[in-house]
Structure formats: structure tokens, C-alpha cells
């Protein structure tokens, strides 16, 4: 009996690398097919091919590197002699696909620095691309901010959140440390949508009002409460803009600030005693329970319910809506979340080297964030409660 050889079977990476010299191959051979025939039209006939009607003649080819999804790919550019090449095909001047260039710019987006770039290219594509490749790239991601900045507000918006976060970036040649403004609201639909992304020197009066007033002049209206933290700037500009809106202080914000002035021994006990004021059936209940607490803590953290005392009007704003959208109205935590992701993300970078960088990272950030707004319900319909209150005030 004969001895056989043992069958060796290739390997899973053997098999991958296959794979994608094949693909890579069919890639090409799909591009030179387009070009060739691309030729054929620009000169009016096949090689060869003796025609009266010839409207140019070729001119030889060139090779040129085209980065793919597959990796990097050298293709065969024929060319005449009066048109050139089919370079519509894949661009004049481009070198990579747009599928990589749209995967660089969300990669950049989801965290990766533009230093960083070039190794998650080359262990995908076996191709580095270098920092001003990134930079060049990702200015695609102007249109997103462009479109978010000049799109109409059709809709009514009874409720509007507005907060910022700071960042570093450079301005006038000097790193400094500038804000960044988010407003988002709720229509009357009870759908959340994100409004604005803007960039100011600091978190101003005249910050927000340039914020508010870009709102307003794309169709904002309606507002009928503006949910933000204790701001006086901000408070200031809302009250200038929308004078009939009631303001509601963030409730986490002001617990915050109210047991910053407990001693820490006693911070979990008042921030329990605190929480059911406002989680009360009505205002008329909250204002009780008020009561009931100042009278047990005013001799042992007078400064702390001083503080409440100055706060509680404004903290309760939300008890005039309807019930069911309480929970949702009384504190900022969904732009909380989008400023820990804004947070997240820019820490990778450092200083932005200018605003308009620093606008379009966020801008992308917010808005990858916020995708899923569109299929999610938030609040209830908010016109009943417009009925309502047109009810109450013809009584």
C-alpha cells in the first residue's frame, strides 16, 4: 500500500488574504472595463479599429493607485491624445474612494485622531493616509453643520433645552477657552429634535442671544417653558426673546448646588429629604413638603435652604404642564448625556486648532448621538395641553 501525503488545508488567514486579492482583482478588472469603454466613446471606435468617423486617437495608459475598500488597488488609465483620460470615472485628482473617505470621517467622528489614522488604515487597507489627509477629509462634515444651521423650523416647539459645555481652541493665535451651545426641543407632536450647535467666546448673554436669536429668525416658536441651568446670561436672553415662556432651573443642577453647602456627613440624608419635592402630586403639595423640611433643617444648614428658599419658584416650573411630561421637563440630562459625549470625544484632541474644527467635530458628535430622535417618541401630544390652557384662559 502506498503512503500518502497528509492533506494540508490552508489556513483561516490564508483563506482571508485569498479572498481579498480576489476582490481587489475584480475591483480592478471592474474599473479598467468602465475606462476602456469610457475610451471607446471619447474616440469613436475599438484598438484598432480603422473608422472614418475616429474622433481622437489613444494615447498609450498610465497606472494609477486608487485606495479601496479592499485595500490599495493599481489600475490601467487608458488615455487619447486630444481628451485625455475618463478620469470622471473616479475623480480628477482622487486617490481613494468615497467609501473610505466616508469611513475615515466617521472614525474621526467615533474618536480616532487624525494621528492615529493612519494605523487603523493601514491594519483595514494596508495604506496610511497622514494628518492633512484627515483634516482635508473631514471638512466634508461642513455640510452637516451648515445644514443644522440654516434648516427652517417648521414645527412648534413648546419646550425648549438649552446648556453648554467648555473646550479649548485656538482663536486669534492663542488657545483659549471657548463654549459650546446646544439647544434641542420638543414639538407639539411630542418629538425631540436638535435645533443649534454654535461656538461662542464664553457662555454670555450675548453668546445665547446670538444662539436664540438664529433660532427665531429660522422659524422658532411657540416656546411655551425653557428647561436650562441657573445661567444669568441665559436667563437674561430668554427672558429678552421669549418673554412669555416660563423658565425652568434644572433640578439636578440646583440639588447640586444646594448640598455643596451641607456637610458631607449630611448630604445623603437631605438630598433624600430634597428629592420629594419634586416628585410631589402638585405644586400646592411640594410647597407642604417644603415647609416640612425648612422647619426640621433651617437650624442646621441655614445657607443650604437659603439657597432653596431662592431657587424653589424657579425649580418648579414644571409642575403648570401636564403630569405625565414632569419627569422629562424638570432637568437637562438629556443634553447632560450629549455634553458627556461631546466630552468623551474631544478629549482625544486636545486644543481644536480653530472654532470652525472644534463646530464641525461637535456638530457630527450631537448629531451621530441624536440619530435615534427620529424613531422614539419623547412626550406626548403636546396640543391637548394647548386646549387646555386656551380653556382656562377663556373661562
Same mark, same amino acid.
Given at each position: 500500500m502506498k503512503d500518502t501525503a497528509p492533506i494540508e488545508f490552508p489556513t483561516q488567514e490564508a483563506m482571508q488574504i485569498d479572498l481579498i486579492e480576489m476582490f481587489r482583482g475584480a475591483v480592478r478588472l471592474a474599473l479598467e472595463a468602465i475606462l476602456e469603454q469610457q475610451v471607446r466613446d471619447m474616440v469613436g471606435g475599438g484598438k484598432w479599429q480603422r473608422l472614418s468617423n475616429r474622433r481622437d486617437l489613444r494615447n498609450g495608459s498610465y497606472f494609477r493607485r486608487l485606495l479601496t475598500s479592499m485595500g490599495l488597488v493599481e489600475v490601467r488609465v487608458p488615455r487619447t491624445r486630444e481628451s485625455g483620460s475618463p478620469v470622471e470615472v473616479f475623480g480628477r485628482y482622487r486617490r481613494r474612494q468615497s467609501e473610505v473617505d466616508e469611513a475615515i470621517a466617521q472614525a474621526y467622528v467615533n474618536g480616532v485622531s487624525t494621528r492615529g489614522m493612519g494605523d487603523v488604515t493601514e491594519a483595514l487597507l494596508g495604506e496610511t493616509v497622514d494628518r492633512s489627509t484627515v483634516s482635508r477629509v473631514t471638512k466634508r462634515l461642513d455640510d452637516q453643520v451648515e445644514q443644522l444651521r440654516k434648516a427652517p423650523i417648521t414645527d412648534t416647539f413648546p419646550y425648549l433645552f438649552l446648556d453648554g459645555t467648555f473646550l479649548d481652541a485656538r482663536w486669534a493665535r492663542k488657545v483659549e477657552n471657548v463654549s459650546a451651545l446646544v439647544a434641542y426641543g420638543v414639538n407639539s407632536n411630542g418629538d425631540r429634535r436638535m435645533l443649534a450647535v454654535t461656538i461662542g467666546s464664553e457662555e454670555s448673554e450675548e453668546s445665547w442671544t446670538e444662539l436664540i436669536r438664529q433660532l427665531i429668525d429660522r422659524g422658532?416658536?411657540?416656546?411655551? #417653558?425653557?428647561?436650562?441651568? *441657573?445661567?444669568? +446670561?441665559?436667563? !437674561?436672553?430668554? @427672558?429678552?426673546?421669549? $418673554?412669555e415662556a416660563r423658565q425652568q432651573r434644572c433640578v439636578v443642577h440646583?440639588?447640586?448646588?444646594? #448640598? !455643596? =453647602?451641607? $456637610?458631607?456627613?449630611?448630604?445623603?440624608?437631605? *438630598?433624600r429629604e430634597l428629592s420629594p419635592l419634586f416628585k410631589a402630586g402638585s405644586l400646592v403639595e411640594a410647597k407642604r413638603r417644603l415647609e416640612d423640611l425648612r422647619h426640621r433643617f433651617v437650624k442646621h444648614v441655614p445657607e443650604a435652604i437659603a439657597i432653596l428658599d431662592a431657587g424653589f419658584p424657579a425649580a418648579t416650573q414644571f409642575y403648570a404642564f401636564p403630569r405625565s411630561h414632569w419627569r422629562k421637563i424638570r432637568s437637562?440630562?438629556?443634553? %447632560?448625556?450629549?455634553? *458627556? %459625549?461631546? =466630552?468623551? @470625544?474631544?478629549?482625544?484632541? +486636545?486644543?481644536? $486648532?480653530?472654532? !470652525?474644527?472644534? #463646530?464641525?467635530?461637535?456638530? !457630527?458628535?450631537?448629531? @451621530?448621538?441624536? @440619530?435615534?430622535?427620529?424613531?422614539?417618541?419623547? #412626550?406626548?401630544?403636546?396640543?391637548?395641553?394647548? =386646549? %387646555?390652557? %386656551?380653556l382656562k384662559q377663556a373661562a
Open positions: 422658532l416658536r411657540g416656546v411655551d #417653558l425653557v428647561v436650562a441651568d *441657573a445661567h444669568a +446670561g441665559l436667563a !437674561a436672553a430668554v @427672558r429678552h426673546h421669549f $418673554p440646583f440639588l447640586r448646588n444646594i #448640598l !455643596a =453647602k451641607v $456637610p458631607h456627613r449630611l448630604q445623603a440624608r437631605l *438630598a437637562t440630562n438629556g443634553l %447632560e448625556r450629549l455634553n *458627556a %459625549e461631546i =466630552k468623551r @470625544r474631544i478629549r482625544s484632541v +486636545g486644543a481644536f $486648532p480653530d472654532r !470652525a474644527s472644534a #463646530l464641525r467635530l461637535i456638530t !457630527a458628535v450631537v448629531l @451621530r448621538a441624536t @440619530r435615534s430622535w427620529a424613531t422614539r417618541r419623547y #412626550l406626548g401630544d403636546m396640543r391637548v395641553h394647548r =386646549k %387646555e390652557q %386656551e
